[in-house]
T-cell receptor, first 109, second 113 residues
Framework: KNEVEQSPQNLTAQEGEFITINCSYS?????LHWLQQHPGGGIVSLFM???GKKKHGRLIATINIQEKHSSLHITASHPRDSAVYIC???????????FGKGTLLTVNP | SAVISQKPSRDICQRGTSLTIQCQVD?????MFWYRQQPGQSLTLIAT?????????ESGFVIDKFPISRPNLTFSTLTVSNMSPEDSSIYLC??????????FGPGTRLTVL
C-alpha cells in the first residue's frame, strides 16, 4: 500500500510570500494529484501530474518520479489561497486514489 | 470538466436514523466514487458505483451500512444507515472522466448527535 506523506502539516504565511508544500510517496505511481479543500469541505482538483512540471496562474506543481516526490508552489500568496492542500496518487491503471492527510495553509493579510 | 452537486450540503441527525445523500453530475460518467473524510483524517474511499451493477465496497465498508444506488449515468445516492456519532464526517462523491482526472463534489457535512 502506498504511503503518502505531506509536509508541513500546517503552514502560516504572510500575503505575498512564496509557498512550498511537499508530498512524498513510497511506491511507484502512474499519476499524482494536487487537490484544494476549502473550509466548507468541497474539493477542487488543481493538477494531475505524471512527470515534469505544470503551471496554472500562480500555482506550480512539479514531480520527480525517481525520487518519488512532488511539490506544490504558490507564488505571491494571497489570503484566498488559505485552504487545505491534499496530495493523492494513482498506482498503475488503478483509478483508486491514496490520499495524504493534507497541509493546512493560512495566508494572513 | 464535470460539475457535481450534492444534497444536502450539511445535516445534523439523531443516532439510529438514516440519511441519504444525493450526487448529481452535469454529464454522463461511467465511474462515480463515494468518499468519507472523518475529522482530521484523509479521505477514504467507501465504494465505487457503476451504472447497471452493484457498487464495489472497500475493506471496512458494507452494503448494509452504506447502501448505494446508481440508477443512471448522471446520478447516485449514498445512504448512511443506523447512524452513530462515529459516522460524523464529510461525505464526498467524485467522478472519473476520460482525462483520468477526478472531479469532486462540494461535500456533505454530517453531524450525528
Amino acid at each position: 500500500k502506498n504511503e503518502v506523506e505531506q509536509s508541513p502539516q500546517n503552514l502560516t504565511a504572510q500575503e505575498g510570500e512564496f509557498i512550498t508544500i511537499n508530498c512524498s510517496y513510497s511506491v511507484g505511481i502512474s499519476a499524482l494529484h494536487w487537490l484544494q479543500q476549502h473550509p466548507g469541505g468541497g474539493i477542487v482538483s488543481l493538477f494531475m501530474l505524471s512527470s515534469g512540471k505544470k503551471k496554472h496562474g500562480r500555482l506550480i506543481a512539479t514531480i520527480n518520479i525517481q525520487e518519488k516526490h512532488s511539490s506544490l508552489h504558490i507564488t505571491a500568496s494571497h489570503p484566498r489561497d488559505s485552504a487545505v492542500y491534499i496530495c493523492a496518487v494513482n498506482e498503475g491503471s488503478n483509478y483508486k486514489l491514496t490520499f495524504g492527510k493534507g497541509t493546512l495553509l493560512t495566508v494572513n493579510p | 470538466s464535470a460539475v457535481i452537486s450534492q444534497k444536502p450540503s450539511r445535516d445534523i441527525c439523531q443516532r439510529g436514523t438514516s440519511l441519504t445523500i444525493q450526487c448529481q453530475v452535469d454529464s454522463q460518467v461511467t465511474m462515480m466514487f463515494w468518499y468519507r473524510q472523518q475529522p482530521g483524517q484523509s479521505l477514504t474511499l467507501i465504494a465505487t458505483a457503476n451504472q447497471g451493477s452493484e457498487a464495489t465496497y472497500e475493506s471496512g465498508f458494507v452494503i448494509d451500512k452504506f447502501p448505494i444506488s446508481r440508477p443512471n449515468l448522471t446520478f447516485s445516492t449514498l445512504t448512511v444507515s443506523n447512524m452513530s456519532p462515529e459516522d460524523s464526517s464529510i461525505y464526498l462523491c467524485s467522478v472519473d472522466q476520460y482525462t483520468d482526472t477526478q472531479y469532486f463534489g462540494p461535500g456533505t457535512r454530517l453531524t450525528v448527535l
